[in-house]
Structures are given as structure tokens and as C-alpha cells.
């Protein structure tokens, strides 16, 4: 059982940065992949970036590739997306979700069990 929490979401400038980040509570996370997926009103869910925990292995959505970067702190059980260069289209409420499955690290909403509340980013134009 997992229980994820974002925070850090706002209002930004299109250009500029922001750093959303998931606190994880979990006895371990050893054998997780954690992902970034994103939501806007009237359209589906989509992948943004994932990370195996353990070995901190990436992958991004072809849309955000260079600007967006997903990290995780082992120590503090916390997953990071930092967002730089933002524009206007990244506008979305982003998840943070987790899965202990094995295989390849899922792109597909279906592919992750356990879901954050979400938090909000605007980029202004």
C-alpha cells in the first residue's frame, strides 16, 4: 500500500521554472517505478515522465523531453518533477501514481496502481 501526496504546484510565467514534488508512504519503495502524468479539463490523462526507484532509470514523453526532469530522493521517499522553459500548454494538474508490478515501466494510466491527489500548474502566457 502506497499513499501519495504532491505539492508545490502554482501560477508561473511561461519561460520560467517550477519544481512539483510527491511525498511516498510506503514501508519500501525498493521495487517501484513512480511516474509524472498529466490532465487537462476534457482530456485524458496523459504519461509525462517515469523513474525506476531503485535504479533511477528515466523515460519522458517525446512533448516534454529536454525540459521536464523527473528525479527522486531515496532518502526522503519523495519523487521531483522540475519543469523548466514552461509553456503555456503545460497548463494541467499533474499525478504522481506508482506501481510495484514487474516489466517495462508503463506509460498507461492503467499500468500504475496507487494515485496522488493531484496539484495544479498554470503557465501564463
Known amino acids: 500500500q502506497v499513499q501519495l501526496a504532491e505539492s508545490g504546484g502554482g501560477l508561473v510565467q511561461a519561460g520560467g521554472p517550477l519544481r512539483v514534488s510527491c511525498e511516498a508512504s510506503a514501508r519500501t519503495l525498493w521495487n517501484y517505478r513512480m511516474a509524472w502524468f498529466r490532465q487537462t479539463p476534457g482530456k485524458e490523462r496523459e504519461f509525462v515522465a517515469a523513474?525506476?526507484?531503485?535504479?533511477?532509470?528515466?523515460s519522458y514523453a517525446d512533448s516534454v523531453q529536454g525540459r521536464l526532469t523527473i528525479s527522486r530522493d531515496k532518502a526522503k521517499n519523495t519523487l521531483y518533477l522540475q519543469m523548466d522553459s514552461l509553456k503555456p500548454e503545460d497548463t494541467a494538474v499533474y499525478y504522481c501514481?506508482?506501481?510495484?508490478?514487474?516489466?517495462?515501466?508503463?506509460?498507461?494510466?492503467?499500468?500504475?496502481?496507487?494515485w496522488g491527489q493531484g496539484t495544479q500548474v498554470t503557465v501564463s502566457s
Open positions: 523513474i525506476t526507484w531503485s535504479g533511477g532509470i528515466t
Open positions: 501514481a506508482a506501481t510495484s508490478k514487474p516489466g517495462p515501466v508503463p506509460r498507461a494510466r492503467a499500468g500504475y496502481d496507487y
